[in-house]
């Protein structure tokens, strides 16, 4: 691509050089012409290759770009279905912080009101970290599901320009 667009800077100063000598009176119409058109032919030609390359350097970031988003997907929902797994069999939230867990209690001497009202707060605060994790999932698989989309619009306009 690198070359290509650095012949079409050479064939534009070609054209350029062209239309000053011309003014210059160096050529005459017939000879400007004559020599426009050639470059014009090699222009549109090296036009043409570029549009062609930079539609193959489109696609395929395109298709890179999907793959990894379907990737990052399947792994986003891999993990979700596995907590959601954990949750239903009874096992506790999964936690990618380790100091999230409450180290258990080895007192005996606690009373069992201040057990079941200890038990009730961690419940509440498994409860409310279950529903966090739920809504930041939720935001993720919303963020990809709209990043699929947009790499799905692209690609129907790059098939719409084929």
Known sequence: MKVLKLEKLIIGSALNTIYEAHAKGSINTIERDRLLQKY???LSGLEKTIDENQRVVDLYDLEVTRDELVKNFKAKLAEIEAQVKNLR???PPLRSNPEQRKPESTDRSDTVAQDK???QAEDEK???EQDQQITDAEKRIDQIREEVLKAMDRLEQIEAEG
Do not use: Y
Request: glycine share 16%; charged share 35%.
């Open 89 to 91: 069999s009874g096992g």
């Open 126 to 128: 498994s409860r409310n």
């Open 40 to 42: 014009k032919l090699d």
């Open 117 to 119: 009202s200890e038990h």
